[in-house]
T-cell receptor
Framework: KQEVTQIPAALSVPEGENLVLNCSFT??????LQWFRQDPGKGLTSLLL?????REQTSGRLNASLDKSSGRSTLYIAASQPGDSATYLC??????????FGIGTKLQVIP | DAGVTQSPTHLIKTRGQQVTLRCSPK?????VSWYQQALGQGPQFIFQ???????QRGNFPDRFSGHQFPNYSSELNVNALLLGDSALYLC????????????FGQGTRLTVV
């Protein structure tokens, strides 16, 4: 059974700081990994998708890496802004397209 | 291009009642998955529909059922509602072929009283 863990559970940083969110998964037989952002009470917004054959993906100030063999992914946010405050979720897609989520990291960027 | 749309956005039901939630996938997508997200938790996979059939199912009781229509839209039905069914219900659409990105709707907030 796939299990996804995200560390830390919560993070508070001053504006402008670079930060790293971590995601680990127990079964390395995945097809892809996706990072999402969720604002309070809202749905999920896709940030980055990394296929199992890829090592990293970048979009603007966001960079996500994937080390499938060790079951780890990181989301790097450069020059954080108050608008980045949200919960960040990691999800892995395994066999039969089943997707397993972590609980998320709640990020607060302080102006 | 409309993304994934869900209706209604909010719903209040009484324990024991039945509820139906609806989802229209992103244009061009043929697969719909449903998730339940309790407060402070990550989304939990309920089931997935493709070609009008349930293809995969998570660890949810038979009170949870669904349907997919020929236009790929989908419904989630929950019978005999329990207080513990209160959650945000999320719908995601994707393509069956290839490891494509999943797109989520804004969710339906269900409160059971």
């Amino acid at each position: 059974k796939q299990e996804v863990t995200q560390i830390p559970a919560a993070l508070s940083v001053p504006e402008g700081e670079n930060l790293v969110l971590n995601c680990s998964f127990t079964d390395s037989a995945i097809y892809n990994l996706q990072w999402f952002r969720q604002d309070p009470g809202k749905g999920l917004t896709s940030l980055l998708l990394i296929q199992s054959s890829q090592r990293e993906q970048t979009s603007g100030r966001l960079n996500a890496s994937l080390d499938k063999s060790s079951g780890r992914s990181t989301l790097y946010i450069a020059a954080s802004q108050p608008g980045d405050s949200a919960t960040y979720l990691c999800a892995v897609r395994g066999g039969y397209q089943k997707v397993t989520f972590g609980i998320g990291t709640k990020l607060q960027v302080i102006p | 291009d409309a993304g994934v749309t869900q209706s209604p956005t909010h719903l209040i039901k009484t324990r024991g009642q039945q509820v139906t939630l609806r989802c229209s996938p992103k244009s061009g997508h043929d697969t719909v998955s449903w998730y339940q997200q309790a407060l402070g938790q990550g989304p939990q996979f309920i089931f997935q529909y493709y070609e009008e059939e349930e293809r995969q199912r998570g660890n949810f009781p038979d009170r949870f059922s669904g349907h997919q229509f020929p236009n790929y839209s989908s419904e989630l039905n929950v019978n005999a509602l329990l207080l513990g069914d209160s959650a945000l219900y999320l719908c995601a659409s994707s393509l069956a072929l290839g490891n494509t990105e999943a797109f989520f709707g804004q969710g339906t907030r269900l409160t059971v009283v």
